[in-house]
């Protein structure tokens, strides 16, 4: 900043709560305040702190000695595999269970037959990029709503390992729903939308074992009011009107805060009125538009720079091109059939049309789909979302 090196003054801009004031000697604790809000802290004394507890976090893991979650039987329940190697090596000895069902994605429905039609779902969508045939599929979603059915009856404690993001809440407000009516003797959630560190926060794998250590000593039981939330969202989330859960997202969820952001993140998912597409149809598109550069390119700009609450998985990621590719009259090219992440994607003249809100979405026929029990025909009227007023309008 002394050499006036032009980096230096724009990280001084975006970090310094004097960045408006001129400052003629800056001095080192400008510097280190700057360096500690760009990793996520408030302060340079708050980055030493963060750093000394890793550091002793680490050591207490290289020494080895009791789990953990030594003194009572207990379940770690989480939206995926990726921390499940992480926490073996932290420690802890407790088992695990994945469900990792995506109920962001496809038919959420309220009927008996619900499980089988998500099988169907994620079997003609992610199925071969997986390894799994309809009956692999099937056979995993039964064995985590078993796991889930006797984790009270199992273990002493249920700890939940959830991000903030609607992959992770979703799935949350389905287990909160179950315990709600078969609670185990102590439920406890570890839920954190943030974590220091220079890359932007996804989720829990970003981290390693000596931090999600330190997250287990921050977790907490979780409340009756929670318990309430999640069992509100899950059926909202079933309906196949979605006022009820646009109503759940704009009065938010008090006891679990995430939920609500994430409820209404959801709901931006639906088709708006402005131009017939979702959100992430909608950031994509933009993407494309400004030659971001291949599809997996794409993909990155759109969790590490674009989205308010990165969720996706390149799966899904890939789910979603095909759905905008689905139109006769395609919005984009380039996509292709084999190594779609080097796909070098362009905007059409249609394309940008669409993104200029002068073309609606729908009227171009795409391909149907899902926002949780919401089906979203290939042409109107439909459910759409007016993000002006945070509410759901059929038209």
Known sequence: MRDGEAEALARFGRHHPRAREPLSAPALSDAQLVIARE???PSWPRLKAHIDRMEASRERIARGGAAPDRDMTTLHLRCGHDIRPWLQEAGFRGAFLEYSDPLCQGPVVNAPDWLDRRAGFIAQAYGAGVGLDR?????????????????ASRYERVVLWFEHDIYDQLILARCLAHFAEMPPARLELV?????????????LGQLPPEALRLLWEERRPVPEAALGAGRLAWDALRAPDPRPLAA?????????PSLGRAIRRHCQELPWTSDGLGLTARLTLRLIAEEAGNAGQVFGRLMMEREPLPWMTDLIFRE?????????EPVFTGLGDEDWPRARLSITPLGRRVLAGEVDWLSLRPRPRWVGGVEIPGDPPCWRWDEGSGSALRR
């Open 248 to 256: 759940l997202a704009q009065s938010g969820t008090e006891a679990l």
């Open 191 to 203: 839920s954190t939308g943030h974590y220091p560190g220079g890359t932007r926060f996804i989720g």
């Open 135 to 151: 009956e692999a599929v099937a056979a995993k979603l039964r064995g985590s709503e078993e796991g889930l059915a006797s984790a």
């Open 320 to 328: 979603l091109l095909r759905e905008l590719e689905s139109p006769s």
């Open 39 to 41: 990793l996520g802290l």
